[in-house]
């Protein structure tokens, strides 16, 4: 009987959250309905049996701070800060250096990004464990515009466009040789390092719940979709961390 494939987990937390003022604090570390944005990203993979590591990126700056303020929090998680780099490229690089021989997959989400559910996470695991590489995204819904200056230059056929989310999964052995071979190039996620060397990288069918908050309007927003996300359909005191029927990937 083959044996579970085992992840592991980068969250990249070390932007400057140049485009979010809330509580005076950045984004990932904001308080969302009583508990940090990181956190409840965290939470949703510490307690996976798949999952083997689970990794931080923080700014340099921050680590001091963040193991004061999140002290009683860090205890009961087994999570391993990593320093962070200018680009997210370069904090999951740093992070990636750190990843267990034993980790088949690595998944990296964003920290900030908590509207997320179990079942969606183990979608896109068990399509990365199939496929090497997959990733969850959504359609674009709206008309796209390609605009230089102020006005429209052309209108972006949609069929084809969807919107990357995270956790992005692959391959251990395969994303440490995309990173070994970006030479310099800023991704702006890990499938498109993936594509570079070739690979092909799978789509799973998200939710439009799992989106990451980049600006105060979107704080506002995940404050409204955490109640509308799926329930456990038992009682959270006998089990929880039961995943409700199936519900976002489709």
Known sequence: ??????????????????????????KPFAELKGRAVWLRSVDLFVNRDDVVQTLLCLAPDDIDWFKET????LAFRNVEIVEGGAERADSVEKALAQV?????????????????????????FDAAAKSGAA?????????????????????????????????????????????????GFIATDEAQLVERIGHPVQVVEGSPMNFKITTSDDFKMAEAVLDALPKPRTLRALHPFADEEPGGFR
Do not use: Y
């Open 70 to 73: 999140f002290r009683a929090d």
């Open 100 to 124: 267990r021989d034993d980790a088949d997959f690595v998944a990296v989400h964003d920290a900030a990004r908590p509207l997320l559910v179990d079942a969606w996470i183990t979608a896109v």
């Open 1 to 26: 009987m083959a044996r579970m494939p085992r992840f592991a987990v980068i969250l990249p937390a070390a932007g400057k959250s140049s485009r979010f003022v809330h509580q005076r604090r950045k």
């Open 135 to 183: 990733i969850p995204a959504v359609r674009t819904a709206s008309t796209v515009k390609r605009v230089k200056g102020n006005t429209i230059v052309e209108t972006v056929p949609r069929e084809e466009l969807w919107q990357a989310q995270t956790p992005q999964v692959v391959r251990t052995d395969l994303l440490r040789e995309a990173f070994a071979k970006r030479d």
